[in-house]
């Protein structure tokens, strides 16, 4: 098992003990053990669903512990981050899909979380075009 995968088994497991410092602490060293290891493999998809999963296990905390713009911010983190790597033409084909790919993965939440807690007519605007545009962009496929 890879050190990101027990930090971040550690990290849930505090969480479900409700030993929240604990697990905001595992989930910020997953984060920075997968960024270390995407740096050096950024076509790792294993690697980024886990980088997008530990940003999203912090948002939940932090909506837990009442925090709704921490938790916020850790949501929009994943999907800005998506967002750029799908837009860089440098990047491979491969990686540009499977971050359009990932954008809906990183969107949802965001857009769930915006029905929970309110959100500038800016912001929801700004995240619904989105969401319609990354409907459009997904390729059917046969």
């Not at 967002?83 to 440098?90: C, D, G, N, R, V």
């Amino acid at each position: 098992m890879e050190v990101w995968q027990i930090l971040l088994l550690k990290g849930n497991d505090s969480f479900n003990k409700q030993q929240l410092p604990l697990a905001e602490e595992y989930y910020h060293q997953a984060i920075e053990c997968l960024e270390q290891l995407w740096q050096e493999n950024i076509e790792d998809c294993e690697l980024l669903m886990a980088w997008i999963s530990a940003f999203h296990n912090l948002a939940v905390l932090y909506e837990e512990q009442d925090q709704p713009k921490m938790a916020f911010r850790y949501l929009q983190i994943p999907h800005q981050r998506m967002a750029e790597l799908s837009q860089q033409t440098q990047n491979s084909e491969d990686l540009q899909f499977v971050a359009l790919r990932s954008l809906k993965i990183t969107l949802m939440p965001l857009l769930a979380f915006s029905k929970k807690h309110p959100a500038c007519d800016g912001c929801l605007s700004s995240l619904n075009k989105m969401a319609m545009a990354v409907n459009a962009s997904q390729p059917v496929m046969h």
